[in-house]
């Protein structure tokens, strides 16, 4: 009744075929994510439950190819790890903010958390704390993929400490040439 007294630009009056269980895998094994938002965006109300039907099996297709990036920068990122975490399934994007040396994005994740599942009894607050020993607790004791965790977090570190070692390398030898 609404659409037809207040129109939305693009919005049918029937539910377009794509919307359609055997339509959206379809859709969304062609890694059509934004597109699929889009128009649900379009097609429905944020309370329709086919529109909470539609954003749940996207973000999961996401999850489920660790497509992370196929949403960043654009205003479905935000929803997406919102439903991660209150699904409790945020450890392949973790290991993904790992992969990418993303270490602020990761500790806000975690931050996000504990926040909503611990009530705020564990969270660690502000960002200057010890960022390795917030992930190394995460992993300890809420991850379900610990050893992947464990041994991308301990390449890290030892990526990062060989960079640093280069570094430093660099600086003595252009202080030394320079005496």
Request: with cysteine; hydrophobic share 35%; charged share 30%.
């Amino acid at each position: 009744m609404n659409q037809f007294y207040y129109p939305v630009e693009g919005r049918l009056h029937y539910i377009p075929k794509m919307f359609e269980e055997e339509h959206l895998e379809e859709v969304l094994t062609r890694k059509e994510y934004i597109f699929v938002l889009d128009r649900a965006c379009i097609q429905f109300e944020p309370d329709d439950p086919d529109y909470h039907r539609v954003t749940r099996r996207t973000f999961e297709v996401i999850n489920e190819n660790k497509d992370f990036d196929a949403l960043r920068s654009n205003r479905y990122f935000g929803s997406l790890v919102f439903h991660l975490v209150i699904n409790d399934c945020i450890d392949d994007l973790f290991l993904h903010l790992i992969n990418h040396v993303r270490l602020q994005e990761a500790q806000l994740l975690l931050n996000l958390y504990y926040l909503i599942h611990t009530e705020g009894q564990e969270s660690f607050g502000s960002l200057s704390e010890d960022v390795w020993r917030q992930f190394e607790y995460y992993i300890t004791n809420h991850s379900k993929r610990r050893p992947t965790l464990e041994r991308s977090l301990q390449a890290l570190k030892e990526r990062l400490s060989n960079e640093q070692n280069l570094a430093e390398q660099e600086v003595e030898q252009r202080s030394s040439s320079t005496s």
